[in-house]
């Protein structure tokens, strides 16, 4: 009998578990040619290296009819020079979206701004970031990262949405927490992002892609709703999308988010069909990651990354959504 292997679950975890090697990371940064064959890869998913050119992204979604989030990628930064450093290209992001007038939203990864030195830096850098936006019109909001972190994500959370209401935050409906620490933030802060999570983590903590997990997810969404809340769906599971256009949810408070480079025809149809479309646009040096994760989520992604890495042109997501 011949025993079929299940590929992309084994492609899946073998990604995640290369994500978090430094060893491996370093080497892709100090070998050029590597790293210039991976860059292509990566700048279907990543709009550049500098903010100049995410807000060029940015400005070209919007004139397609789309809403933005921009978010400066990087996370685990120990060093309290280098937080600091990271929190002045946020702040300096923020400024000139509010100079140009672009309306978006701006996630900040706290262990980036120094949860991974401090919580108390990340406090008071994700303080002053949030006040700045907030003067500018820019939306912000706090991603989420793995699930030794998340406790502390939350708490700082609260501590700011307490200053500031309006502050978003994500949750990943993997954790099996996830549904306790909603109910938590009853009263506290803003709209609610929902991912499914992309990190890999233990099974005593989350479940895998599943139906449960698709149901919890869909639970998790009517709650934030109850709550009185803005909810971006942030999926690019159809079955989950039509889940919610079913139960009438999109037309109360819920938008659909789907990340830059990734089913830009979904994103499209969405548009056409009348409903709100945001488009998650990152940029930055530290692509490394976040590649990972994006074909992690979807392996046969890696046939388009190879593609990527030996085509002449460069890749433009942009030009790919209607």
Not at 188 to 207: C, F, H, N, S
């Amino acid at each position: 009998m011949i025993q079929i292997i299940d590929w992309e679950r084994q492609a899946t975890e073998a990604l995640k578990s290369i994500a978090r090697r430094q060893d491996l990371k370093a080497h892709v940064e100090r070998t050029p040619a590597l790293n210039g064959l991976l860059r292509r890869a990566a700048a279907r998913y990543v709009a550049g290296a500098t903010r100049e050119e995410g807000i060029e992204a940015a400005r070209r979604l919007l004139a397609k009819g789309y809403a933005v989030s921009l978010e400066y990628i990087g996370e685990n930064t120990t060093d309290a020079a280098e937080c600091e450093a990271a929190a002045g290209e946020m702040a300096a992001l923020v400024g000139e979206l509010g100079e140009l007038g672009i309306t978006a939203r701006v996630s900040f990864d706290l262990s980036h701004i120094g949860l991974a030195a401090d919580d108390g830096l990340a406090y008071e850098q994700l303080l002053r970031l949030t006040r700045h936006a907030r003067e500018l019109g820019i939306e912000p909001f706090v991603s989420m990262e793995e699930s030794a972190k998340t406790g502390r994500i939350l708490d700082v959370y609260k501590r700011a949405a307490i200053s500031d209401s309006g502050i978003g935050i994500t949750l990943q409906a993997h954790l099996n927490r996830t549904p306790g620490d909603l109910a938590g933030l009853e009263g506290i802060g803003g709209p609610i992002r929902i991912v499914k999570g992309a990190y890999q983590e233990p099974a005593e903590v989350a479940i895998g892609r599943s139906e449960a997990l698709n149901e919890r997810y869909l639970q998790l969404v009517e709650a934030a709703l109850a709550q009185g809340r803005r909810v971006s769906v942030a999926t690019h599971d159809e079955a989950l999308i039509e889940a919610v256009i079913a139960r009438g949810w999109a037309s109360h408070g819920v938008e659909f988010e789907l990340l830059y480079g990734i089913r830009p025809d979904l994103a499209g149809k969405l548009k056409a069909s009348g409903y709100p479309v945001r488009v998650y646009v990152t940029y930055g040096e530290e692509w490394y990651l976040y590649l990972c994760h994006r074909i992690a989520e979807f392996p046969p992604n890696l046939y388009r990354a190879l593609a990527d890495v030996v085509g002449e042109a460069a890749v433009d997501s942009v030009s790919a959504y209607d």
